[in-house]
């Protein structure tokens, strides 16, 4: 079984910096690709920013120039860090990471998010 836990959330001011982190543990054979996700309550989830095996990183038009996702490959675990913080990036982040836990195919697993606010 696979457990993934996302962390680093909390307040934070205008053009401020946050990171938040996503641990994968339980049986993991290989880790595809780490995607993060983000959802204001009652709209569609949003990509933030895609990282790949191969080391490519892509983000999503908003937040481009602002986020960075890296991994630690040895401890199964990925990051995001944010920077120049806007009002419009409050939202529940979630961690999405391709995971091949034995079965011979790549499967999705979610967290239950980490809540970035911004005080006013």
């Known amino acids: 079984q696979v457990h993934v836990v996302e962390s680093g959330g909390g307040l934070v001011q205008p053009g401020g910096s946050q990171i938040l982190s996503c641990a994968a543990t339980?049986?993991?054979?290989?880790?595809?690709?780490v995607a993060w996700y983000r959802q204001v309550r009652g709209n569609r989830r949003e990509i933030v920013a895609r990282?790949?095996?191969?080391?490519?990183?892509l983000y999503g038009e908003s937040v481009e120039g602002r986020f960075t996702i890296s991994g630690d490959n040895v401890e199964n675990t990925t990051y995001l860090q944010m920077s120049s913080l806007k009002p419009e990036d409050s939202a529940v982040y979630y961690c999405?990471?391709?995971?091949?836990?034995?079965?011979?195919?790549?499967?999705?697993?979610w967290g239950q998010g980490t809540q970035v606010t911004g005080a006013s």
């Open positions: 999405g990471p391709a995971i091949d836990d034995g079965a011979g195919f790549w499967q999705i697993y």
């Open positions: 339980g049986r993991i054979v290989a880790v595809n690709a």
């Open positions: 990282f790949t095996k191969k080391g490519q990183r």
